[in-house]
């Protein structure tokens, strides 16, 4: 066995190349206590049908695929790993680029019968995680049908444990989606799903998810982790992936196989050709491993995404109005312009009109067409002129991506250009419908209605929500689950192109709350809407969720003010706000004068620790895990840089429990909201949990 050995920052990756050919990779933190068992040099275990373990090392693979005429493996019906299409792949070569600062490992691994693997590791420097991209290259001279194509590949799991048949020692991480019910984190040991080794292992055993159609965080978000917990080891995976996608984790014998990309031929009815000369590349993955815990490896992951929020461009964190839970779906020109002289000299950046602005709509029906209604709106272009006078950035709400039932391009002469399945017009329920942006007409019919209205009424702001999932796919290509692919990419692309139209717009990235909360979509939108959690009190429990899947940069959180909120109350939603981007809507010309002090006062600390929020890392502390929908106990969201630590505190129902959360030397108090209860001891900041659904803020900074 040939061992590569590169190290890219604080990662050591080494690819294993057998004798044979076969090639796989290792992810190993550069400093770690534990020790690597190198199973390749043990030799094959003794046979033995009745003693306790067999050896049964088996080297894993860089890629994983599957060619339609090839044989499929051990796994199937649970997996298509391990096919004969990755068993004819071979070694070929491997080499590095260098360009400011990015480091690329290259690695090409060919087939005799004419395809080819192009694997690339990418790292920027300073950066905790890495990328990943596959692409499968067809130089035969036939056309081939690619049925599965990983985007990573992470095998050998764990190569700190010498057999892996010891029970308890290894856990998955996961993390749910689902509507205002974001981010669940679920741990689950390798034999709670049935991953444990049997006494021989003639079969693939595995578990394969993820999500279905264009809702790319509706039953899974995209970003998986598997865990030694013996050595405090943890492998962390994100995808950026704007249609279905899978991730599986698969024991072939001794050691585990994480892996994902693109949703299979079986669980996504994907299936691509390729012809002669052509290249098919799969999502991109970000991948890392540290010494620590899931938190740790979710930090890391999120650095890449650092990354993209620098390259959007958008400056500082401007506060948002939203007048959604203000009019609920009814606005009117003279209703956002009393709301503007209230808020003018609070310090709101960004002012967004929502549902209802068009003519012939109801909130989120009758759209399509885009057209203003001028009896609800007379002067727009005024009113923007006034907002922007006033220090604001006039902001729209717009669905573009779909029409519904009572707009004139819902009806039937107009399904040619929607999305169809079987021939039938695809709908989200019955009122809703999905243009099909592969077509030329679609894209210029919305460049006129979206781009044109945009730049003709001098928007700065334009939030995108998206209340439908078209499901397994969608015709138009060789099958459902690529024709899906298609048009999400399409989709992207036309994201792409309104932020070169309109350079200086910020796009808000929503889909019904949190739905298209991913890393692809996120690079190309400036936040997202967390969830369609509006006023319910566990909104600072699903942004805390949030915290290790999205950064605080691009999280916009609601917080709603009533006009009969107590201060408790409003300090406990302005709070939640202190989670990623404030967002106020609500009774805002009902709040006293009194009321208004409570909010004004927490803008103010919002304002002082946006530099941490910007650049910062984060950790969640709670006394009771898993209640969503009836949190309880105290939870404290810390968010610390070299020189500031903020800590967000949320004293749920009972029971009262305190929270020690570490403190380092050389921290002072700056500033304080709400209502916190703390008290600076030897062993840390101790926080205490004194009276139910209370809220504060707590900001630090470093002599």
């Known amino acids: 066995m040939e061992v590569k050995e590169f190290v890219l920052g604080r990662i050591k990756v080494q690819y294993l190349i057998s004798e044979e050919g076969r090639a796989s990779m290792l992810l190993l933190p550069v400093e770690t206590r534990a020790k690597e068992a190198k199973n390749w040099e043990l030799g094959p275990g003794k046979w033995d049908v009745r003693g306790e373990y067999i050896r049964e090392w088996r080297q894993g693979t860089l890629v994983q695929l599957h060619l339609r005429h090839h044989n499929r493996s051990r796994g ?125 292992s003639p079969f693939i055993k595995g578990e394969r998810f993820g999500t279905i159609g264009s809702w790319t965080t509706h039953r899974y978000f995209p970003v998986a982790a598997l865990e030694d917990r013996e050595n405090q080891i943890i492998w962390a995976a994100a995808l950026e992936t704007v249609s279905s996608w899978q991730m599986e984790l698969t024991r072939d014998g001794d050691t585990l196989s994480f892996s994902g990309g693109l949703a299979d031929v079986e669980q996504g009815a994907w299936m691509k050709r390729v012809a002669p000369g052509e290249q098919f590349v799969a999502p991109r993955a970000r991948l890392t491993v540290v010494e620590g815990d899931i938190q740790d490896a979710c930090q890391r992951l999120l650095e890449l995404q650092n990354l993209a929020v620098a390259k959007y461009g958008e400056q500082g964190m401007p506060v948002t109005f939203n007048e959604y839970c203000s009019s609920w779906g009814n606005p009117t020109q003279e209703k956002e312009l009393e709301y503007a002289k209230i808020l003018k000299d609070k310090g709101v950046g960004y002012f967004v009109i929502d549902a209802g602005w068009s003519r012939g709509s109801h909130e989120q029906w009758g759209n399509g067409e885009w057209i203003l209604d001028t009896d609800r709106f007379p002067n727009l272009k005024e009113m923007n002129r006034e907002l922007r006078k006033m220090g604001m950035i006039p902001g729209i709400w717009f669905e573009f991506e779909a029409t519904t039932d009572g707009s004139h391009v819902f009806a039937k002469e107009y399904d040619v250009l929607h999305l169809q399945r079987e021939g039938q017009v695809i709908h989200f329920g019955a009122d809703r419908s999905f243009w099909d942006f592969r077509k030329k007409e679609v894209r210029e019919y919305l460049r006129e209605r979206v781009i044109d209205f945009l730049k003709e009424y001098d928007f700065g702001y334009m939030k995108v929500d998206y209340n439908g999932n078209i499901g397994l796919g969608c015709d138009g290509a060789e099958s459902l689950g690529e024709g ?166 949320h004293a749920f129902e009972g029971p009262e429990e305190d929270l020690l959360l570490p403190m380092e030397d050389g921290m002072t108090l700056a500033g304080s909201y709400g209502s916190v209860f703390y008290e600076l001891c030897p062993e840390g900041l101790r926080i205490s949990h004194t009276k139910d659904w209370t809220a504060g803020v707590l900001y630090f900074q470093k002599k």
């Open 76 to 200: 199937n019906g649970m997996t298509m790993k391990n096919s004969q299409s990755m068993e004819l792949l071979k070694f070929h070569k491997q080499w590095t680029e260098e360009d400011q600062g990015q480091t690329k490992i290259c690695t090409l691994l060919k087939a005799q019968e004419g395809y080819q693997v192009l694997h690339i590791l990418g790292y920027e420097e300073g950066v905790g995680a890495l990328w990943c991209e596959t692409s499968f290259l067809n130089l035969s001279e036939e056309t081939y049908e690619l049925e599965m194509l990983s985007s990573f590949c992470m095998d050998d799991l764990s190569p700190y444990q010498a057999d892996n048949d010891q029970t308890e020692k290894l856990a998955f991480h996961r993390f749910y989606g689902s509507w205002a019910l974001e981010g669940r984190h679920v741990c689950q040991s390798i034999e709670d799903l049935g991953l444990q080794k049997s006494w021989c």
């Open 484 to 649: 899906l692919r298609q048009q999400m990419e399409a989709v992207r692309e036309f994201f792409l192109e309104i932020k070169k139209e309109l350079p200086e717009l910020i796009v808000e990235n929503c889909a019904s709350g949190g739905h298209r909360m991913e890393p692809a979509m996120m690079s190309v939108t400036g936040m997202s809407s967390f969830s369609d959690c509006h006023e319910a009190r566990e909104i600072p429990y699903i942004a805390g969720n949030l915290q290790n899947l999205c950064v605080p940069k691009q999280n916009l959180i609601w917080a709603v003010l009533r006009q009969d909120d107590a201060k408790e109350r409003l300090e406990y939603s302005v709070s939640a706000g202190f989670l990623g981007r404030l967002c106020f809507s609500g009774d805002i010309e009902q709040l006293t004068r009194e009321q208004w002090k409570v909010v004004t006062d927490g803008l103010e600390l919002y304002r002082q620790a946006e530099s941490v929020l910007q650049n910062g890392v984060t950790r969640v502390y709670r006394t009771k895990e898993q209640v969503i929908r009836h949190p309880q106990g105290l939870q404290a969201v810390v968010r610390k840089n070299d020189k500031e630590m903020l800590v967000v505190v």
